[in-house]
């Protein structure tokens, strides 16, 4: 973590009031200078690499996209409140995962071959000398239940054209066939509640 550049954040918020934006599990993707970058990776604009135990506190917005998957069920209920413990009083948690509904409809219905879905249900990518797969997948009851067990609020789904990231192209919105946001299917099921 650069020290200075987080020292810096925080001043400027105080300063101007600005809001504790964090988008964890980042990746290559940088949302600006307004945002707080953690990934496991290396990458230039991070601002932390533990994507668990960061030094960010009176959070206001933490997005996650498609970052619990890799983390299997029993695992995840912990990380989840270590995060809400940050969260300000009224702070969002905005998560998206794949879709396991949508993906399996569109599976069953023949629209799409096995390997169209390989991607977004196993999410492999490389860290470091090795490489991470989703442990695990969601449909909106089971998100449901686990953002409630976690005792989260006014849990509801997010529309990625709504919302100020959403001018950055992430895994929330993908959609088969690949980039068809107007005719095709969102494959993602994006999220959110509050502390």
């Not at 650069?2 to 954040?9: D, P």
């Not at 970058?37 to 917005?61: C, E, M, V």
């Not at 949508?102 to 000398?129: C, H, T, V």
Request: net charge positive.
């Amino acid at each position: 973590m650069n020290l200075k550049r987080a020292l810096m954040k925080d001043k400027l918020r105080t300063k101007y009031l600005l809001m504790i934006k964090i988008n964890l599990g980042c990746g290559k993707r940088n949302f600006g200078k307004d945002w707080i970058h953690i990934d496991g990776g290396d990458y230039g604009h991070l601002d932390s690499r533990d994507i668990i135990n960061f030094p960010y506190n009176d959070i206001d917005l933490l997005y996650a996209s498609h970052l619990i998957s890799y983390f299997d069920r029993h695992e995840i209920i912990p990380i989840l409140k270590t995060w809400k413990s940050k969260h300000s009083s009224n702070g969002v948690l905005r998560i998206a995962v794949p879709d396991f509904q949508a993906i399996s409809k569109l599976y069953i219905n023949n629209l799409f071959n096995l390997e169209s879905f390989l991607g977004p249900l196993y999410g492999k990518m490389q860290m470091k000398d090795k490489f991470i797969y989703h442990k695990t997948v969601y449909d909106e009851s089971s998100l449901i239940s686990l953002l409630s067990i976690c005792e989260f609020k006014n849990i509801k789904k997010w529309d990625h054209k709504s919302v100020e990231h959403g001018k950055y192209d992430d895994h929330s919105q993908a959609y088969l066939p690949h980039m068809e946001k107007k005719s095709g299917t969102l494959i993602s099921l994006n999220l959110e509640c509050t502390k």
